[in-house]
């Protein structure tokens, strides 16, 4: 157990509709990273926030927003869902500040999407 | 921009050494990390190299070669339940602290 939460664990739902997928981040941890894993595919980093504020962004679609609330936990919302959108999301956290160039990252175990 | 490269499968036999490579490109470098993924789960943390040369955890190793921008797992004395994805990764080059990781190497462990 890595200590960070993910729901709901499955999601299935149709083209055209909206979805909010919810992280929380292990206790301590301020940054959340969202990453996106398609059938049979790596991890693509998605988007990070730390601390509340956005930090960085990947190929994130203009579809797809997230936020980070003040108690750090975090949602991924994803609107307008295509059959392509299908996929397994995690969520990671780490500590993210310092100098600790390890900074490893903790993974939920996933909400996977699937749109019909 | 930056990418890594690593063999999409590798097959060994229980008992015996594996060795997964990783090549990567990337405009800056704070470390090359490797994480484990089984079938239906999350990622987990295997081991991080920043300076060149093996780091060793138990039957896992990792080496890096910065001049090379190469690196490698190693692992020893396989067992079943070492049948998973293995994925390099490299930390962003901003300030992010965001990781950009390698299409992964499915490895199998046969009796």
């Known amino acids: 157990d890595s200590g960070v939460t993910q729901t709901p664990k499955h999601l299935i739902t149709a083209t055209g509709q909206r979805v909010t997928l919810r992280c929380s981040p292990r206790s301590g941890d301020l940054s959340v990273y969202w990453y996106q894993q398609s059938l049979d595919q790596g991890l693509q980093f998605l988007i990070q926030y730390y601390n509340g504020e956005e930090r960085a962004k990947g190929n994130i679609l203009e579809r797809f927003s997230a936020q980070q609330f003040p108690d750090l936990h975090s949602e991924l919302n994803l609107s307008s869902l295509e059959l392509g959108d299908s996929a397994l999301y995690f969520c990671a956290s780490s500590v993210a500040e310092g100098l600790d160039y390890t900074d490893t990252q903790y993974f939920g175990p996933g909400t996977r999407l699937t749109v019909l | 921009g930056q990418s890594l490269e690593q063999p999409s499968e590798v097959t060994a036999v229980e008992g015996a050494i594996v060795q997964i490579n990783c090549t990567y490109q990337t405009s800056g470098f704070y470390g090359l990390s490797w994480y484990q993924q089984h079938d239906g789960g999350a990622p987990t943390f295997l081991s991080y190299?920043?300076?060149?040369g093996l780091e060793e955890t138990g039957r896992f190793s990792s080496f890096l070669s910065r001049s090379d921008s190469y690196g490698y797992l190693l692992l020893q004395e396989l067992q079943m339940k070492d049948s998973a994805s293995y994925f390099c990764?490299?930390?962003?080059?901003?300030?992010?602290?965001?990781?950009?990781f390698g299409s992964g190497t499915r490895l199998l462990v046969r009796p």
């Open positions: 190299n920043a300076l060149d």
């Open positions: 990764a490299v930390r962003g080059t901003d300030s992010s602290y965001k990781l950009i």
